[in-house]
DNA sequence: AGTAACTCACTATGCCGATAGGTAGTTGAG
DNA sequence: CTCAACTACCTATCGGCATAGTGAGTTACT
């Protein structure tokens, strides 16, 4: 139920086709949600036929075309509605640590390379939120520029502000799972002793 | 994919029902993943069809009865393969995170809900998890005593050291989110002075 | 001129899980 | 004795998402 209003999010920027749209799913948006282009079409259509959200058919080459999307009023109000409504949590569901509970099951090293793969993972995303932080102190966000020219001035800094907030919460998060992780590793190797 | 290690995992330790199993997903295994009845029931059948199980109709009461599964060899390997390979780690989507990033469209009490919201959940969950882990050091989980029970002496402290570990680690990851908060209601606070 | 890489859009299948029911038997408190 | 609460099991529907594939048009490079 996230999908439609991500992509409300970002269509509250400037109009974009569905394709823009996965692109941003790949690279900015996608830090904190994740969708394949088979299911933004699609949604795109629902939201459409929903009037959510109008499509424009717009030439594309000398044959191509593409269908750009804009927000409408229902968009926006929806979009309000949600930002204004608390969310409901999920139950929880964390396969690592399902696994970590049954750990004395695994072989030593089945159970070290799990923490090793943990840390990876999480390291991995570290580097990624870490530089997207970098970026915006910076002012070298492209994403960040594009949004802040469709914003007036005075929201400026609620903007930067709450997009910096985000990334160092998942920085926080990620650093907590490697912290975690190389604890589990000293751990495994003193009951292996 | 990992409910049915979850169901293992617990039919290692002694045979069930469907209903005790449910029992625990309620309780115990419930901390680290959720599975409503409705779930659990058909894949009972589903893993004892496969081969993991067996099923055995046990009589309760004057006429009822009930069906206590317990593993297989094919079970125990199954699990075992499972323990000894490395998790797929899942795609982000992370709604509270993704709403962050777009504070400054909701009013600022609302903005103050969700982060109070986000403070109270987690909060929750610290509570249960620090019981957890009082009750691991004190040796009074019942279900804890249940699996060593069923353990061969060497392994109590691993199963324990696990335990606790995971626990631990579930615990960071509650605290990190509510120190996020908290520095959401001051941010907030801070941008609408 | 050819071709690789990219843009753009869509469809199909299938699992996992949420939600919401339904039915039958048992136990324990008053 | 009876009624509520619990035990036990099952079914149906629906949405979200993964995965995999199709196919047409464009751009850039060699």
Redesign the pocket.
């Known amino acids: 139920?996230?999908?439609r209003y991500a992509l409300l999010a970002l269509l509250n920027v400037e109009p974009m086709?569905?394709?823009?749209l996965f692109?941003e799913f790949e690279t900015s948006v996608g830090h904190v949600w994740?969708?394949?282009?088979?299911?933004i079409?699609?949604e795109?259509?629902r939201m459409e036929a929903e009037g959510l959200l109008e499509g424009e058919e717009i030439p594309?080459?000398?044959?191509?075309k593409?269908?750009q999307y804009h927000v409408t009023e229902a968009g926006l109000l929806a979009f309000r509605n949600w930002m204004n409504t608390t969310l409901e949590y999920?139950?929880i569901?964390e396969p690592a640590h399902l696994k970590a509970a049954y750990l004395e099951w695994a072989e030593p090293e089945a159970a070290r390379e799990q923490m090793r793969a943990h840390i990876k993972h999480h390291s991995g995303l570290l580097e990624q939120w870490s530089e997207k932080v970098r970026e915006i102190d910076e002012g070298t966000s492209p994403m960040l520029a594009r949004r802040l020219a469709h914003t007036p001035e005075a929201d400026h800094e609620k903007t930067v502000a709450y997009k910096r907030f985000t990334y160092e919460g998942l920085i926080a998060q990620a650093e907590a799972e490697v912290v975690w992780a190389n604890r589990g590793l000293k751990l495994i190797d003193k009951l292996n002793e």
Do not use: E
């Open positions: 139920m996230s999908l086709t569905g394709y823009d692109k994740h969708a394949p282009d088979s299911q079409y699609p795109l259509r594309w080459g000398p044959r191509g593409k269908r999920a139950r569901r």
